[in-house]
């Protein structure tokens, strides 16, 4: 998993977890985070992030009803939607995706289940956040 130290390949190191959405807590609206953010409850709506340190943590118990658009990703709950990471991806054991996956580096657990176009893309890319509407969709 991603950790605090650049283990020696000149890279930049990740960013601490900074925030928690605890379980049990259900954000309806767009999440737009910096640095590292922790979640183990519902989110209706899109998850983005600043910054090519920024990691987005979903527990088993997480779940994302929106796109996610973040630097570093570590998955193990489920998103309904499409998912663009432009480092790194990692999908644990109980990773549930209903969506495409656009990735540069991928690690994928025995378990993991998607649902959907899994997209390389070569090089890490600016995601600019698509313009927001205001509106959200109930489940």
Do not use: C, W
């Not at 900074?18 to 379980?23: C, F, N, R």
């Not at 959907?116 to 995601?127: K, S, T, V």
């Amino acid at each position: 998993m991603f950790g605090s130290s650049s283990k020696g390949n000149g890279k930049q190191s990740i960013a601490a977890i900074s925030t928690l959405i605890a379980d049990g807590t259900r954000i309806r609206g767009d999440v737009h985070f910096g640095g590292g953010l922790h979640l183990e409850g519902v989110i209706d709506g899109m998850v983005s992030a600043d910054g090519g340190d920024s990691v987005l943590t979903l527990s088993e118990k997480g779940r994302i009803n929106g796109e996610v658009r973040v630097a570093n990703a570590v998955i193990n709950g489920m998103v309904k939607g499409d998912v663009f990471v432009a480092e790194r991806l990692e999908l644990a054991g109980n990773a549930r995706i209903e969506g495409n996956v656009h990735y540069k580096v991928l690690e994928m657990a025995a378990g993991a289940q998607i649902n959907g176009q899994m997209l390389y893309q070569a090089e890490a890319r600016r995601l600019p956040a698509p313009a927001l509407t205001g509106v959200v969709a109930e489940a």
